[in-house]
């Protein structure tokens, strides 16, 4: 059973994975709605619901409202479609995210309701049993509380394992539409080695610059492979999430799974390698 706090957070990445299939036709309701009875709530309202998807920029949030006053001034399918082509312009969030916002009010509210004395700071007593026991982790000044930036750190932690169970399957969502897309945990050996994968004989799902990159086909990028292919320490680190210089099929692949294959990382990556690659061809 979740603790109090764990449950919270779990709620939000349970209304992450429902986004993409209610914020459509919840802003669509909206529009409707405020073409009817025209107010700043109902402008408030639709960018409310796309902030649930997309990440957007003051920028973009003005040009979708441009287009929600066009529509009540003139109401047609038309101007519908182009508020929607509006939409679509905006960066979509990863499956399965809890937009940044709700991240930050989260994290803000979580500490206001555990800050029970009110002097801005969590002492021992005032934190739940599981942060209490790992506090020393985020008292990042050694001054035995806790301030908002280093519970918020600790709040990044927890968000994040919670999305790691959900996307191995561990944390059902309950959800009768929606959910992680990529279920596809590793084999477990019956003498409990890790599982060791070679060139040619690679899992699914892999994109293909793992295999350019792993020059020496032992099946995993070192980090000399890495640099020597032109790729920055920070997406190393990134990726290389037990910290021992190697990028292993099961890192990649749990990469993708909590950012999309189609994120701007794996992308930039995807590009990189393969105009390397036609260099390479032409030379």
Known sequence: MLADEDREIFRQIREAYKAPHEVPEDVLKELRRYVQQPTANREA?????????YLLSEERE?????????????PSAEQE????????????????????SVQASQ???????????????????EMPESLRNDRFR????????????EYAAYYQSRLRSLSDQVVAGTLDLGLKRGGPTFRQPMPVEDDSRPKVFRAGKLPPGLPAWFAVLDTDKDGQIALYEWRAGGKGLDDFKELDRNDDGFLTPEEVLRYLALNGSNGSF??????????REVRKKKQ
Do not use: H, Y
């Not at 479609?81 to 940044?100: I, N, W």
């Not at 994290?107 to 007593?125: C, H, M, Q, T, Y």
């Open 62 to 74: 003005l040009a979708i409202l441009r287009e929600v006053r066009r529509m009540r001034e003139q």
């Open 45 to 53: 309202e639709i960018l409310k619901e796309l902030r649930r998807l």
């Open 266 to 275: 794996s992308s930039a990556v995807e590009r990189a390698t393969t105009e």
């Open 107 to 125: 994290a803000e509210r979580l500490f206001r309701k555990l800050d029970v004395n009110g002097d801005g700071r969590l002492s021992p007593e």
């Open 138 to 149: 985020w008292d990042q000044d050694r001054d035995g509380f806790l301030s908002p930036p």
């Open 81 to 100: 479609r182009r508020f929607l082509q509006e939409v679509d312009r905006a960066e979509k969030l990863p499956e399965g995210t809890v937009p940044p």
